[in-house]
């Protein structure tokens, strides 16, 4: 599997930090939101546990997902909403005349970027170009789908693939041109070890 978590600690300790990332999960991993929020949560706990040395990278993450801390913003859009609108990034704006209070770092994690329209897109671009000094911003994004041009030229686009996929699901394709259409509409552009095994498994399942 990807370990994003690990990848995203080695640039932060290198100081090679970039100010935008866009995590993006294969859209077959069931419960992806909530998959790529444990996966950032991990990270950003990690440096929390680092940082104030404390207890525990539970306790870390505890923080994080119960109290809140200055140096880390979540945004969420409504729960009813079909998509953001402007005013749910007014904390955003808000977040960005501050300078750290704790970590070295701040960060801002933008949770189902799905739901992020074209004119929203617009109103952020400059944001997501110019964030403030020692700001990281997120786009933890659940689905396959691209951003605008304009919001994926200014990211680091981290790609998740699906590294609960099974055996079972390869063997229910019937030829390589069916495999390639899935693999194209699910636009998995990183393979894992894992993920080779099994394509190397499918196929010789299906030689077989």
Not at 185 to 203: A, G, R, V, W
Request: glycine content about 2%; hydrophobic content about 35%.
């Amino acid at each position: 599997m990807i370990d994003i978590e690990k990848i995203l600690l080695s640039k932060y300790k290198q100081g090679h930090f970039a100010h935008f990332y866009i995590i993006r999960c294969a859209p077959t991993i069931e419960n992806s939101s909530e998959y790529i929020t444990s996966r950032m949560h991990n990270f950003i706990g990690q440096i929390l546990y680092e940082e104030k040395k404390l207890e525990s990278l539970d306790r870390a993450k505890y923080i994080i997902q119960n109290l809140g801390h200055p140096d880390i913003l979540e945004i969420r859009p409504d729960e009813n909403a079909k998509s953001y609108i402007v005013d749910d990034f007014a904390e955003l704006i808000k977040f960005q005349n501050y300078n750290n209070f704790e970590l070295p770092r701040r960060f801002v994690l933008i949770h189902d970027t799905h739901k992020i329209t074209e004119i929203v897109s617009n109103k952020l671009l400059k944001t997501l170009e110019e964030p403030r000094a020692n700001t990281t911003i997120f786009f933890l994004h659940p689905t396959g789908k691209k951003f605008l041009p304009t919001i994926e030229s200014r990211a680091i686009t981290i790609n998740l693939p699906n590294i609960e996929i099974k055996k079972d699901v390869f063997c229910e394709l019937i030829d390589h041109r069916d495999f390639i259409k899935w693999i194209s509409e699910n636009e998995f552009q990183d393979l894992t070890n894992e993920l080779k095994e099994l394509l190397i498994s499918f196929y010789q399942t299906k030689e077989g």
